[in-house]
T-cell receptor, first 117, second 113 residues
Framework: DGGITQSPKYLFRKEGQNVTLSCEQNLNHDAMYWYRQDPGQGLRLIYYSQIVNDFQKGDIAEGYSVSREKKESFPLTVTSAQKNPTAFYLC????????????????FGPGTRLTVT | GQNIDQPTEMTATEGAIVQINCTYQ??????LFWYQQHAGEAPTFLSY????GLEEKGRFSSFLSRSKGYSYLLLKELQMKDSASYLCAVRGMGHYNTDKLIFGTGTRLQVFP
C-alpha cells in the first residue's frame, strides 16, 4: 500500500544532542513537507521540498536542517540550536509542488513525538 | 499578515448537526482544505474548496465564500468517532508558488451520547 512512514513514533533525547527524524513516502509525490505541532497552535511549516536536491525554509526553520537526496526520503535533523525541540513532528507529501491548479491535498505520516530533556 | 481563525472547542450530541466556522486572511488564495485529526494521530484530508459554494461528501459538507474569507465544515448525523480536532488550512502562495498550507489552530469537537 502507498503511504508515508515516519519513524520512530516516540523519540527521547538529551538536551544538546542532534537527532534525525525519518520520513519516507512511496506515493511518487514530488513535494514533501515538515511541520511541527504544539498544543494550542496550528501546524507550523519547518521546511519543504518541491523536487529532489532542492528545499526551502518554512516559517520556523531555525535550529533545523533537511536533505532531499532521493524523491522518497526527506529526513529532518533537529539540532542542538533549536531552543524548544519537544513537539509532535509531522511529515507530509503532495503530488504537486509547483503551484498550478487542483486540490493536491497533502498526505501526512503518523508523526514522531520528540521529547528532549 | 496571514491569519486563520476557528473556534477552539465545540461540543455536540450524537446524531446532531454541527457547523465549524473558519475565517481567513492570507496572502493569495489557492483553495481551502479541511482535515480531521484524532488525538496523537496524523491529520487526514476531508474536503477541498476552491470555488464559492457547497461541496458535499457523505455526512460532511464544506462551504466557501472567497469574498468574505469564510468557510465552514458541516457534520451531520454525528457519531462518537467524530470526536476529533478539525483543522482549517488555506493554500496560499509560498516561495516558488508551492502548495504552502497555512493552518488554523484547529477546533476540538467532542461528541456526547
Amino acid at each position: 500500500d502507498g503511504g508515508i512512514t515516519q519513524s520512530p513514533k516516540y523519540l527521547f533525547r538529551k538536551e544538546g544532542q542532534n537527532v534525525t527524524l525519518s520520513c519516507e513516502q512511496n506515493l511518487n509525490h514530488d513535494a514533501m513537507y515538515w511541520y511541527r505541532q504544539d498544543p494550542g497552535q496550528g501546524l507550523r511549516l519547518i521546511y519543504y521540498s518541491q523536487i529532489v536536491n532542492d528545499f526551502q525554509k518554512g516559517d520556523i526553520a531555525e535550529g533545523y536542517s533537511v536533505s532531499r537526496e532521493k524523491k522518497e526520503s526527506f529526513p529532518l535533523t533537529v539540532t542542538s540550536a533549536q531552543k524548544n525541540p519537544t513537539a509532535f513532528y509531522l511529515c507530509a507529501s503532495s503530488a504537486h509542488g509547483l503551484g498550478g491548479q487542483g486540490g493536491h491535498e497533502q498526505y501526512f505520516g503518523p508523526g514522531t513525538r520528540l521529547t528532549v530533556t | 499578515g496571514q491569519n486563520i481563525d476557528q473556534p477552539t472547542e465545540m461540543t455536540a450530541t450524537e446524531g446532531a448537526i454541527v457547523q465549524i466556522n473558519c475565517t481567513y486572511q492570507t496572502s493569495g488564495f489557492n483553495g481551502l482544505f479541511w482535515y480531521q485529526q484524532h488525538a496523537g494521530e496524523a491529520p487526514t484530508f476531508l474536503s477541498y474548496n476552491v470555488l464559492d459554494g457547497l461541496e458535499e461528501k457523505g455526512r460532511f459538507s464544506s462551504f466557501l465564500s472567497r469574498s468574505k474569507g469564510y468557510s465552514y465544515l458541516l457534520l451531520k448525523e454525528l457519531q462518537m468517532k467524530d470526536s476529533a480536532s478539525y483543522l482549517c488550512a488555506v493554500r496560499g502562495m509560498g516561495h516558488y508558488n508551492t502548495d504552502k498550507l497555512i493552518f488554523g489552530t484547529g477546533t476540538r469537537l467532542q461528541v456526547f451520547p
